[in-house]
T-cell receptor
Framework: EDQVTQSPEALRLQEGESSSLNCSYTVSGLRGLFWYRQDPGKGPEFLFTLYSAGEEKEKERLKATLTKKESFLHITAPKPEDSATYLCAVQASNFGNEKLTFGTGTRLTIIP | EAGVVQSPRYKIIEKKQPVAFWCNPISGHNTLYWYLQNLGQGPELLIRYENEEAVDDSQLPKDRFSAERLKGVDSTLKIQPAELGDSAVYLC???????????????FGPGTRLTVL
C-alpha cells in the first residue's frame, strides 16, 4: 500500500537551532513531492515541488531535498515566525492524475 | 492576484441538518479540488473537477455528499444530512492546467470549519 509518513510528529527548537523534518514515502511512479506550510486556521501554503531524486530547492531558511525513498525539509537558523505545521504530499501515477496524498505533518515550534 | 476564496469560514449546525460550502478558485485555474481535513491529519481528497466535469469523486460519500461546478468556475459542496463525524475543515484548492506532463502546485483556500452538534 502506498504511504506517506512524516516524522517527527512535533518538534520544538530554540530560535537559531537548525534541524530537519523527514517525509518518507512508498509509492509507485512518483510524479512529484510537494511541501506545504500550514498555519493554524489557514489552508496549506505551497512551498516546494521536487520531481526527481537528487533535486534540491531553497527558499529563505528552508531547503528541501529528495531521494528515492524520502524527502527532507532542512530549516537553518529558524525564527519564531517559522512555527507552523509542515505537510508533505506526493503525486504518484498510481494515485491518478493530480491527486495529492498527504502525510499527517510535523508541527514545528520555534521558541524565542 | 486573489487567492482561493471560501465561505463561510465557520459553520455550526445540528446533526441531520443540511450544509453547503462555496469556493471560488483562482482566476484561470481549470482544476478545482475539495479536501477534508480532520484535526491532526493531512487533507484528504473528496472530489476533483476539470472545468465542470467531476473526474475523480471516488472518495466522496455519495449517500450524503454532493458537489457541483456548473459553469466551470466556482463550486459548491453540500452535505445532507450532516452527521457528527462530518465535523472537520473542508478545504478547496485549485491549480492550472498541467503542461507537458508536469503537474502544477495546488493553491488552497482558508477552509470552512464545520462543527456538527
Amino acid at each position: 500500500e502506498d504511504q506517506v509518513t512524516q516524522s517527527p510528529e512535533a518538534l520544538r527548537l530554540q530560535e537559531g537551532e537548525s534541524s530537519s523534518l523527514n517525509c518518507s514515502y512508498t509509492v509507485s511512479g512518483l510524479r512529484g513531492l510537494f511541501w506545504y506550510r500550514q498555519d493554524p486556521g489557514k489552508g496549506p501554503e505551497f512551498l516546494f515541488t521536487l520531481y526527481s531524486a537528487g533535486e534540491e530547492k531553497e527558499k529563505e531558511r528552508l531547503k528541501a531535498t529528495l531521494t528515492k525513498k524520502e524527502s527532507f525539509l532542512h530549516i537553518t537558523a529558524p525564527k519564531p515566525e517559522d512555527s507552523a505545521t509542515y505537510l508533505c504530499a506526493v503525486q504518484a501515477s498510481n494515485f491518478g492524475n493530480e491527486k495529492l496524498t498527504f502525510g499527517t505533518g510535523t508541527r514545528l515550534t520555534i521558541i524565542p | 492576484e486573489a487567492g482561493v476564496v471560501q465561505s463561510p469560514r465557520y459553520k455550526i449546525i445540528e446533526k441531520k441538518q443540511p450544509v453547503a460550502f462555496w469556493c471560488n478558485p483562482i482566476s484561470g485555474h481549470n482544476t478545482l479540488y475539495w479536501y477534508l481535513q480532520n484535526l491532526g491529519q493531512g487533507p484528504e481528497l473528496l472530489i476533483r473537477y476539470e472545468n465542470e466535469e467531476a473526474v475523480d469523486d471516488s472518495q466522496l460519500p455519495k449517500d450524503r455528499f454532493s458537489a457541483e461546478r456548473l459553469k466551470g468556475v466556482d463550486s459548491t459542496l453540500k452535505i445532507q444530512p450532516a452527521e457528527l463525524g462530518d465535523s472537520a475543515v473542508y478545504l478547496c484548492a485549485s491549480s492550472s492546467k498541467p503542461l507537458a506532463g508536469v503537474y502544477n502546485e495546488q493553491f488552497f483556500g482558508p477552509g470552512t470549519r464545520l462543527t456538527v452538534l
